[in-house]
């Protein structure tokens, strides 16, 4: 009977035993999958397509978090887009592709982007990820160890700087309605401008070096260096938010090609017009 309570106290024991050994296992892998920075980008970047602020919060750092916070509902909400590239939430699916990395995929209505990984770089507490997107646009991710876990660090060549991206953002937001306005007198202004440059050419029987000389006279005489055909801010290249920029073309045409009668070698002109911040104009 003592012999039978002994064997059975046994079993009880060596079933324990087993059950510790199962869960430091478990810990074990949980453990060493939290490790790879890969996997926890990969979780970031899914709750960004889903949009789920708090599991994108714990992929960020203490700084960015508190950051993030703050940030209105439809900032937070752009930043988590413009990080995986989609218009509006979408259907997270991650696969593995070529020797193993991850690919995710995130559906949207409109639009599928796929985010392909490449082979992660470890460098004590800090880790660069490639990311190729659809289309063949990539970024590299830094990723930085905090809290014992990995944290997003940046895109590319620029800082997951949320605090810096609130300040920034504290300023009444553009709507789409007014952008569309802004763009379309920018539109406006370069006919402008291009008439201006015409108007020059005829008048002086060559294109202007630069904007300037397009600009006012203060006492009102016209000449080659102030030809008074726009304001003072638009001939010093800015106006309603955009920059403006004026080249000369010289004339090309190949090596190999013969001259033919009535063709033009007269040099042309290039017009840009870009916004003088990204997001606001």
Do not use: H
Not at 131 to 148: I, K, L, N, P, W
Not at 204 to 212: D, E, M, R, S, V
């Amino acid at each position: 009977m003592e012999n039978l309570k002994v064997e059975k106290n046994f079993y009880v024991v060596l079933i324990l035993l087993l059950l510790l050994l199962s869960v430091d296992v478990l810990a074990q892998t949980k453990e060493t999958a939290e490790e790879k920075p890969s996997t926890a980008l990969a979780s970031a970047l899914a709750a960004a397509c889903r949009q789920n602020e708090t599991i994108f919060l714990r992929y960020q750092t203490a700084e960015n978090s508190v950051a993030f916070r703050k940030l209105t509902p439809s900032q937070k909400s752009d930043l988590m887009k413009r990080i995986v590239q989609t218009g509006d939430a979408g259907r997270p699916l991650l696969s593995s592709g070529a020797e193993g990395r991850t690919v995710l995929r995130c559906e949207t209505t409109g639009k599928t982007t796929e985010l392909r990984f490449g082979a992660e770089r470890i460098q004590e507490n800090l880790a660069f990820v490639p990311v190729e997107a659809t289309g063949g646009q990539s970024a590299e991710f830094g990723m930085v160890r905090e809290g014992g876990g990995w944290k997003m660090l940046s895109v590319g060549l620029v800082l997951m700087n949320i605090p810096e991206l609130a300040k920034r953002w504290a300023t009444p937001e553009t709507t789409a309605g007014d952008a569309e306005n802004s763009e379309a007198a920018a539109i406006v202004t370069l006919r402008r401008l291009a008439e201006a440059v015409e108007t020059y050419k005829k008048g002086f029987g060559k294109l202007p070096t630069q904007l300037a000389q397009l600009g006012p006279e203060r006492r009102g005489e016209v000449s080659p260096e102030k030809a008074n055909l726009i304001e003072q801010e638009l001939a010093e290249g800015t106006k309603g938010g955009y920059v403006f920029a004026y080249r000369i073309v010289p004339a090309q045409k190949p090596k190999d090609a013969k001259e033919t009668a009535g063709e033009s070698t007269e040099p042309t002109y290039a017009l840009t017009a870009t916004p003088a911040e990204y997001g606001r104009t």
